[in-house]
């Protein structure tokens, strides 16, 4: 059965790139209202602008992906909430230009909180998608296009705001080189191959994102934090130079 053919809760919105961005502007904008009005200064709106870039184009490459594998395809409710936590990763980006642990009240948390949406709802559009027995080529793209734009984003984040050594960026950028080198090699007509199954790969991704919370929140401080990322950017780099090995027929 088609992808298309499952979907029973879907909205009258073409999948398009161009339309799904216009359903993302209106609550990006929305919360970028939110921020100034929690205390932020103006120029944290120059940091969503580019946290927005990066939604945009996570957003970009997955309609394009879909429409290749799938044709056209509805906007679901699953889809939409993925649309919703590309918006909290572009709010994010307020914080490559405002220190997120500057201050000393409850707005100090909201980098924290905006990267739990944007990181933790991955657990819910998917659910909803299979609970409503609507899984979609477009909703599957753009889940692992958002979480990988999210973590670009968030690295980036922590190592600006000095909870990361510059290192840790490695992490952001492992997915996205991962990706332009299998789309190269498609290119040029090289051979790519199937991952293998990893019970490390599950655990590595959790241990990541909670570094990487630690790092955008308040506490347990940016020595502890530092440590951690560090730590944890060992295993993220190693287990995508193997996945490169596999895919590349390396290895």
Do not use: C, K, N
């Not at 100034?36 to 580019?50: H, I, K, R, W, Y």
């Not at 734009?149 to 490695?170: I, N, S």
């Amino acid at each position: 059965m088609a992808p298309t053919d499952r979907v029973v809760r879907r909205l009258p919105i073409d999948g398009g790139w161009r339309p799904l961005v216009a359903l993302w502007a209106v609550p990006t904008g929305i919360g970028a209202a939110g921020l100034l009005a929690a205390g932020l200064p103006f120029v944290a709106l120059a940091g969503v602008g580019l946290g927005g870039v990066v939604a945009v184009a996570a957003i970009r490459v997955a309609a394009g992906r879909a429409r290749e594998a799938a044709g056209t395809e509805p906007v679901t409710a699953a889809t939409v909430v993925t649309t919703l936590r590309a918006s909290a990763l572009a709010l994010l980006g307020a914080y490559l230009v405002v220190d997120p642990t500057a201050g000393g009240s409850a707005i100090d948390w909201l980098a924290a909180g905006l990267f739990a949406i944007a990181a933790g709802g991955d657990a819910v559009d998917g659910a909803l998608a299979r609970a409503t027995d609507a899984v979609t080529e477009l909703g599957a793209e753009l889940d692992v296009e958002v979480d990988g734009a999210t973590v670009l984003v968030a690295a980036t984040v922590a190592v600006v705001a000095g909870a990361a050594p510059v290192a840790f960026l490695a992490v952001g950028l492992a997915r996205p080189l991962f990706a332009y080198g299998l789309r190269r090699r498609r290119r040029l007509g090289l051979a790519t191959h199937d991952l293998r199954p990893s019970r490390l790969r599950r655990p590595i991704g959790a241990a990541t994102m909670l570094a990487t919370w630690l790092a955008l929140s308040p506490v347990p401080g940016q020595g502890f934090s530092r440590v951690l990322t560090t730590a944890v950017a060992v295993p993220v780099v190693a287990s995508f130079v193997r996945d490169w090995l596999v895919a590349s027929g390396r290895l």
